[in-house]
């Protein structure tokens, strides 16, 4: 009866009809990039969750995207290990996905550790990256409405910002009241 | 994206500014028809939209398009149809702050959303 309680069995899930990446993203992409998405989501997802634990927490990007894999003729393919390159770009390594065979036990050798700290740099450069290129874009295409200088400048400071949406640094969490209300349940 | 297919013309707000869109003709009309044609009115020029044609621009840009058109006395074939194909740079999936993505779905039937808090480390 316990038991039932906290496992009732396998279930196919109910997919909702909203269009979803992970059911629906092989219409638009093959295989492995699906996979490469699917896996980057559930890092970031990953990395969401742990950051609200009051332990720092490290996740070794590497060890973590290592850990998917799906079928091929060859064996099994892997997605690429990450490294950080020049100017806080990301170098895949290699470039494509790499195909092991099924009775090999490690199909590369060990990749430079790259954390959340890197990915986040990385995706700062990107995002100021994306942001000078709307700008600079924008000079030269004329709109009815066009953004001033100054709201391309508010974008790139909310993104170096220590707060900005890209730094999780200033996020306060306000459940502490009802985890423990929920633990103090469980133990009862 | 936005409002699409008025004569009058409009532009994609929804559009990233870095983006360009990608409009692809595939459409099944009679060679002695009249394609229509596509307007990019800020610089003055068109494109006519015959079968297989690309055109590549911003959607943030006044644009619009006209329809195919039957030879004069001509009943339109029941077989003529025009597709267009948009591939465009939806600002809710490309701007850093901004993305939005519906990654699986939850046991409720509802859409695990994935909002930039959770997409940007």
């Known amino acids: ?33 699906h996979l490469k998405l699917i896996a980057t989501s559930l890092l970031q997802t990953c990395s969401y969750v742990t950051g609200q634990m009051q332990t720092p927490v490290t996740i070794d990007i590497n060890k973590f995207m290592e850990s998917f894999s799906i079928k091929a003729d060859g064996g099994d393919i892997h997605l690429p290990s990450w490294t950080a390159g020049e100017n806080n770009s990301v170098t895949l390594s290699p470039a494509t996905a790499i195909i092991s065979q099924p009775q090999s036990s490690s199909h590369s050798t060990s990749p430079t550790p790259f954390t959340m700290e890197d990915y986040r740099r990385c995706r700062q450069v990107e995002a100021i990256n994306w942001i000078n290129l709307q700008e600079r874009l924008s000079s030269v295409r004329p709109r009815l409405q066009p953004v001033r200088a100054e709201e391309y400048q508010e974008r790139r400071d909310a993104v170096n910002s220590a707060s900005g949406p890209l730094r999780r640094n200033g996020i306060k969490f306000h459940f502490i009241h009802h985890l423990k209300y929920n633990i103090d349940y469980i133990f009862i | 994206m936005g409002y699409f297919g008025l004569i009058a013309g409009h532009t994609d707000e929804s559009d990233d500014e870095a983006g360009l869109t990608c409009m692809i003709s595939n459409s099944r009309i009679p060679e002695n028809y009249e394609p229509g044609r596509f307007h990019l009115f800020g610089a003055g020029m ?61 046991p409720n039937g509802m859409p695990l959303i994935l909002g930039p808090e959770i997409t940007n480390p």
């Open chain 1, 1 to 33: 009866m316990v038991i039932h309680d906290f496992f009732s069995g396998p279930h196919k899930p109910k997919i909702t009809e909203h269009g979803i990446w992970s059911h629906d993203g092989h219409v638009v992409m093959n295989d492995i990039s």
């Open chain 2, 46 to 106: 068109y494109v006519i939209l015959k079968p297989k044609t690309a055109s590549i621009f911003s959607g943030l840009v006044k644009h619009g398009g006209t329809p195919p058109i039957a030879p004069k006395g001509v009943t339109p074939s029941e077989d003529a149809v025009r597709l267009m194909v948009v591939l465009y740079c939806p600002k809710a999936a490309l701007t850093p702050d901004g993305t939005s993505m519906p990654l699986a779905s939850l």
